[in-house]
């Protein structure tokens, strides 16, 4: 797919009186996170419990760059990744600190990296804690190994979840990143012979497709959904996403929606936009329809001035 100038892109900056209180605020809530983590992994005898607590840790972490992201209006790219890996490395520690001071009887709270490590590695020598009913401790090759899982278990669930985060596109006249303006959920080719080459054309960043859309019927089971976010001001930033979503029903009957991007954040100018609302306006379903059918998300739509 070509990124030309029809795409939104980032323009690498980040507010410098907004980013550091925004990575202040968030590593306060690291801190007390990997405290709590450290006194769960030491006193909490239930592996899968643990593994639990581990992967609500990764989504905090995520979280919490996602929001450092948003709040210190940080559109640079390079950044962001380093912020995530410095939150993991962090909270990382923070854990180990807190689990060590555990250990050892809360005798020694050792902070300095080296001491740290010395630690750690008597620990792996004389082994913790054990699996299963024998309760014989794990140590050595099988506990670094565990670290090593919890290490990318963590960092992993903490990067997923702050690119889910991810606050889109950010107006630099305005200052503000874009919000949703109007959604339409649930959309099919009026004609189907239009599918393959509408869904080529939109990915390469056409806008005619889109006015080859309508309703999808009400037992269809891949359906189109039409996205545009804006600045608050309506004009200087118009995106563009459409996604398709194909939804299948297991022999159990159990339904799983699976969500692919067709384009993402396409530039749109606001005489465009108003024409795309104006035509894709009479699919939105009526509101207080009562059925029983899978709720889809609400379609958000702001009065243009
Ligand atoms: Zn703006």
Known sequence: MRRD???????????P???PLAVLSGATGILLMGIV?????????FIYLNLVVLIGFGYGVGWTVGNTVRKGKCRNRTLRDLLWLVAV?????????????AVFGH??????????WQAIVFIGRKGTWGIGSSGVPVSGILLYLVWVAEAIILAV???STSMDKD???FCETCGQWVTPMAGFPRLGFTHAADRTSGLKAMAAGETDPLFSLGPCADDCNIWLSVLLEACPSRKHLIVLTVTQ???TTNAKGEVANAVTGIVRNRLIDPETCARIIEWLQPSLPEPEEADDAPKEPEPVVAASE
Do not use: K
């Open 5 to 15: 100038g029809r795409f939104y892109r980032h323009t690498g900056g980040f507010d």
């Open 17 to 19: 009186s907004q980013l």
């Open 37 to 45: 983590y450290g006194y769960v992994v030491r006193y909490v005898p």
């Open 89 to 101: 490395v962090f909270a990382l520690y923070v854990s180990w600190v807190t689990w060590v001071f």
């Open 107 to 116: 005798q020694h709270l050792i902070l300095d990296p080296r001491s740290l």
């Open 157 to 159: 669930m903490a990067w």
């Open 167 to 169: 606050p889109g596109p």
């Open 245 to 247: 979503t194909v939804q």
